[in-house]
Every structure is written in structure tokens, then in C-alpha cells.
């Protein structure tokens, strides 16, 4: 019990820090110190200036800390219970290294601030150097976790849109509709990629052009893309002659395998790791019937494929999970595709990576335990694999010029 206790005292210190450095960013009395911080590191975080980083210390991360020992030891001592002295103890681990550097004493930095390339992607459930790198670089005004994410989780500052350039396929469908409205309510910059040329899209928004089997034409323009959102596809309900299954394979799988491995290829600077994101529509047909065989067979495929591609990802890869929302492809579903697009980005901005957006509640346990089972096989049984849909050559498939949304 009083580990327990103990354990919870430590995430209690990690919320005081998470919410002095909140506030750090909104309140005027000690903005201004919380701001020398962030003038303390260059991009790599190597330190800017020693003078800066010593008073930076002293300013921010000192008080910082003693707020952490202060709240935590008063917990203790009203609760009457050791074990929640352990939050305290942790604390002063911070205010120690902390007067030290504002000293000049020491000049080693905190793990989260280690100057260098990014060599990860952003971590899930804790901080690392990726995840805070985005605080320092991407959007100051996010990201805000120390070492737990689940403060930034809460208040959706998990990820941040405003000022992305987002890129939609499948962009004049009901869902690419609804995803760039909510993307440009959240301050994206839209590029709706479409094989309609007739396609009408809201106000600032960029449209772009392509035909299925021409991904490689697409390439100059993704290397400025911070999302890509891979959302086209086919649905060709009853029917299995040899055209249908070429034309669900074709569009549902292999045409969204080169678009990934063509935005991958963008990944080329270290801050790439923390800026770039792919999603992936799989839909949830991955585990339930869509009562549309070609359709479930390639969207599972997909899935299995994306699972196995997100083991050695240079970027983040969420899945879109999908229930049936109406749309062209199915008049029958029943959400609306507005409701799923905000769903989505609600999620996103919690950093959920397996995004589910159904009214099945099945999928919300039959989908992760898939996931990590899959996982785990592919993890045992491949050595570094990668899918490589060749995209460059296109060769996979003959060239089709399908409309797909």
C-alpha cells in the first residue's frame, strides 16, 4: 500500500510541474522566466548562451522545482502517511541538478534537453527528447508534459495543428470534406489531393490533382507536407469478378502503400521525426464484416501491412479506424462523416495513435488486442523489414486512371 501510495505522489509532483510550466506560458508574474528557457537552447538543444541557460535555471527550473517539493511535502504531511513522502524525495531530484546548473556547477543538461539529432519519434505515454523538442520548436503553446504525457492528453495539447501543412487524399469524399474543415478550423493549412477535377473545396484551401497509379507525380509536393492523410479508397459491394478485386487492391491497398512510402522518403532532417505524421484510413473492416468481401480482404491487407511498417517508422503512423459513416461509398452508413471527421482530430490531438471512431463497441476490444498481437508476431519473426511498394517505379500495378474520390 505504500508503494502505491509512493508511486501516486510521484505522479502528483509530475502534474505540479506540469501545470507551473502551463502556467509558465499564460501568467504574466512568471512568464517572462519561463521564456529564458526557452531562449537557452538552439534547435538541436545545444545551449544558446551560458549566461542565459545559468539564469534559466535559477528563474524557472529552481522555482519550478520547489513547487514540486512544497505541494508534494504538504500532501505528506496532511495525509500522515510515508508513503507519499516519496513524491518529495522525487522532487528534490529535480531541485538539486537544478541550483547546480544555475551555478555554473553543472553543465550536463536533463535527458528531455540533450543537444543532438532526433533519433526517435515522439514517445507515447512518456517525454522524450522528440516529444519536447516539439514544445521548444513546433508550437510553444503545446506540448506542454514534463514526463508523463496524460496533462497534455486531458487537455488535447497532444499535438498540435495550427500552421501544419495537412494533405488529404480521397479529398471531394464525404470524410475528406469533413477532415478539411475541422483540419482548417484547427489552423492547418489544407491541401485537398484529388483524382475529381471538378471537386469544389472550401475557401484557402490548396487543390491538387493526380490519377491512381501516378503517386510518384505527387512527390515534389509532399515534401513540404507535415501530414499526409491517406483517405481514398473503393468499395465494390457484391461484386468479385477479376475487375472488382484488381480495382479494391489497387486503390484500397497498393496505391495508399507507395503514397506512404513516398512521404517517408521526405524524412530527411532530424526535426522531420518530430514535425511528420501519416494517417492511414484502414477502416474497421481490419476486424468486423463491411459485408463487402473485396473491401474487408484489401482494407485488412492494408492494415496488416501498416502494422508491420510502424515497427521501424521514421515518423508517427496512426491508424484510422473506421466505422460505417454515410458517405458515397456506403449510403447506408449510419454517422455522419462531419461527426467522424471532428472525432478524428479530437483523438489526434490526444495522441492516439489507433484513432476508432464506430459505434460497435466490439472494435474498441477486438482492435488493440489485434494490434498487439500482430505486433508482437511481426516484431518476433521479421528482422527490420519494411514494406517497399517501390514507389518511385509504380510497377506494382499497371497505371489505372480510377476516380477514387
Given amino acids: 500500500m505504500q508503494f502505491i501510495l509512493g508511486i501516486i505522489s510521484i505522479l502528483l509532483a509530475e502534474v505540479v510541474r506540469d501545470i507551473y510550466h502551463i502556467a509558465g506560458h499564460y501568467w504574466q508574474p512568471i512568464k517572462q522566466f519561463h521564456l529564458l528557457h526557452h531562449k537557452a537552447y538552439r534547435r538541436d538543444f545545444s545551449i544558446a548562451n551560458l549566461e542565459t541557460y545559468k539564469k534559466s535555471q535559477l528563474y524557472n527550473d529552481v522555482p519550478e522545482a520547489l513547487c514540486m517539493v512544497g505541494l508534494t511535502a504538504a500532501i505528506a504531511i496532511l495525509t500522515q502517511n510515508p508513503g507519499m513522502w516519496l513524491g518529495c524525495v522525487?522532487?528534490?531530484?529535480?531541485?538539486?541538478?537544478?541550483?547546480?546548473r544555475s551555478q555554473g556547477m553543472l553543465l550536463a543538461t536533463d535527458l528531455s534537453h540533450k543537444p543532438g539529432d532526433l533519433v526517435e519519434i515522439p514517445a507515447l505515454w512518456r517525454v522524450n527528447r522528440t516529444y519536447h523538442w516539439r514544445h521548444h520548436f513546433d508550437e510553444t503553446n503545446a506540448y506542454f508534459a514534463g514526463h508523463f504525457t496524460s496533462v497534455d492528453r486531458v487537455l488535447g495539447t497532444s499535438l498540435s495543428l495550427k500552421g501544419k501543412v495537412v494533405a488529404v487524399t480521397g479529398a471531394?469524399?464525404?470524410?475528406?470534406?469533413?477532415?478539411?474543415?475541422?483540419?482548417?478550423r484547427q489552423g492547418a493549412k489544407v491541401i485537398a489531393i484529388t483524382t475529381n477535377p471538378a471537386a469544389v473545396f472550401?475557401?484557402?484551401?490548396?487543390?491538387?490533382?493526380?490519377?491512381?497509379g501516378a503517386e510518384a507525380e505527387l512527390l515534389p509536393h509532399l515534401q513540404g507536407v507535415d501530414i499526409l492523410v491517406i483517405n481514398h479508397g473503393v468499395n465494390v459491394h457484391g461484386d468479385r469478378s477479376p475487375a472488382a478485386v484488381y480495382q479494391s487492391y489497387e486503390v484500397n491497398t497498393f496505391s495508399t502503400l507507395r503514397l506512404t512510402e513516398l512521404f517517408l522518403s521526405t524524412i530527411t532532417k532530424s526535426n522531420d521525426r518530430a514535425t511528420k505524421e501519416l494517417w492511414i484510413n484502414t477502416s474497421e473492416a481490419e476486424v468486423n464484416p463491411a459485408f463487402s468481401p473485396l473491401y474487408e480482404l484489401s482494407k485488412r491487407t492494408l492494415g496488416d501491412l501498416v502494422t508491420l511498417q510502424r515497427l521501424d517508422a521514421a515518423c508517427i503512423i496512426r491508424k484510422l479506424v473506421l466505422g460505417p459513416f454515410k458517405s458515397q461509398l456506403n449510403p447506408y452508413g449510419v454517422m455522419s462523416a462531419p461527426w467522424v471527421a471532428r472525432a478524428i482530430i479530437f483523438l489526434a490531438k490526444r495522441d492516439f495513435r489507433d484513432i476508432i471512431v464506430t459505434i460497435n463497441p466490439i472494435?474498441?476490444?477486438?482492435?488493440?488486442?489485434?494490434?498487439?498481437?500482430?505486433?508482437?508476431?511481426?516484431?518476433?519473426?521479421?528482422?527490420?523489414?519494411?514494406?517497399?511498394?517501390n514507389p518511385m517505379s509504380g510497377n506494382i500495378v499497371e497505371r489505372s486512371t480510377s476516380k477514387v474520390n
Fill in 363 to 389: 472494435t474498441y476490444l477486438l482492435f488493440p488486442m489485434k494490434e498487439l498481437f500482430q505486433s508482437v508476431y511481426f516484431r518476433l519473426f521479421t528482422k527490420n523489414a519494411k514494406i517497399s511498394a
Fill in 90 to 100: 522525487y522532487s528534490f531530484v529535480f531541485l538539486v541538478p537544478a541550483v547546480l
Fill in 202 to 212: 472550401r475557401a484557402g484551401t490548396t487543390a491538387l490533382s493526380w490519377e491512381l
Fill in 172 to 184: 471531394s469524399g464525404a470524410l475528406g470534406q469533413g477532415l478539411i474543415e475541422e483540419l482548417s
